[in-house]
């Protein structure tokens, strides 16, 4: 299939959501391979792609190549980047030693920190969502598709409750699970299950069946994550993970994180154990 510059095959997919497909395709002007995010609704892509233009300045961040929108679908181009981290922790639930968590962590807080600056915050902050690229060596928070604004016209939004649930219930907070609207604590609150589940190579809550309605479900795990909470000293968890986890849940709702605090927390248990962040990664050499 040929749309635009750009051609792929309905069979090579890559990942697939909601609404939309992820296919791997290739331009057709220079024959680069890229990932082709085909989506029905068009007011997702259309919506990340307008992400992206507002992110386009940070190094760091994943960038577009193309939107467009034909024949009642819309079209979000972007670089084919490698494996996500949940698909490499899948293949292998010892791929990531504590230092590349911790690596990992850095990294996702570093994107974070730069999303909630330009007054965004994504609500799907997981593990599937963090990508490697090869090129920067690094993990890149993707799928903008859920992010909103908390601030408008300069100032936070205001706390509300009966608000549609989003992101994935593994990792949302339980201020999600309550239906509060979300601020930039719970990303924080995800991004810390997302490094307790990599840590812990489980969670309690990971599989919570639905029995009858999906706030039945959400009920279980709710009450699992808020269990988890008052035994957390039970688990052996990395410092700087516990303090994330610590620091995000206690968050009042319109605070502004200390990023810097968080980071540097990191950044000094690694040198207090005898380890670097360097980009040599563990997994990638049980891969190799």
């Excluded at 890559?14 to 068009?42: C, E, M, P, Q, W």
């Excluded at 292998?92 to 920190?113: A, P, V």
Aim: with cysteine; charged share 30%.
């Amino acid at each position: 299939m040929i749309v635009n510059d750009y051609k792929f095959d309905d069979k090579n997919i890559i990942g697939k959501g909601g609404f939309s497909t992820v296919y791997k395709g290739r331009n057709i002007n220079n024959n680069n391979l890229v990932a082709i995010k085909v989506d029905k609704k068009i007011k997702y892509n259309k919506k990340e792609s307008l992400i992206y233009d507002l992110l386009i300045d940070e190094q760091n961040m994943v960038k577009k190549y193309d939107y467009f929108e034909y024949n009642d679908f819309s079209y979000l181009i972007m670089p084919l980047y490698y494996k996500s981290c949940e698909k490499i922790f899948k293949a292998n639930k010892e791929s990531f030693n504590e230092k590349d968590i911790l690596m990992i962590g850095i990294q996702i807080l570093q994107q974070i920190n730069y999303l909630h600056k330009n007054n965004l915050i994504h609500q799907d902050i997981k593990p599937d969502n963090f990508i490697f690229d090869k090129e920067s060596n690094k993990f890149k928070l993707i799928d903008f598709g859920l992010c909103k604004k908390y601030k408008k016209d300069n100032s936070h939004i205001k706390f509300e409750k009966n608000k549609s649930r989003c992101g994935t219930i593994r990792f949302m907070s339980i201020n999600c699970h309550n239906k509060y609207v979300l601020s930039r604590r719970d990303d924080l609150i995800s991004l810390s299950y997302s490094l307790i589940y990599l840590n812990l190579k489980t969670l309690p809550w990971k599989n919570i069946k639905i029995e009858n309605d999906k706030d039945d479900i959400h009920k279980k795990v709710k009450n699992l994550k808020k269990n988890f909470d008052n035994n957390i000293k039970d688990f052996n968890l990395s410092s700087p993970i516990y303090l994330l986890y610590k620091y995000s849940i206690n968050l009042k709702f319109n605070y502004n994180p200390d990023y810097n605090f968080l980071i540097k927390g990191f950044y000094n248990y690694l040198k207090m154990n005898g380890m670097k962040y360097d980009g040599k990664w563990n997994w990638l050499k049980l891969e190799n």
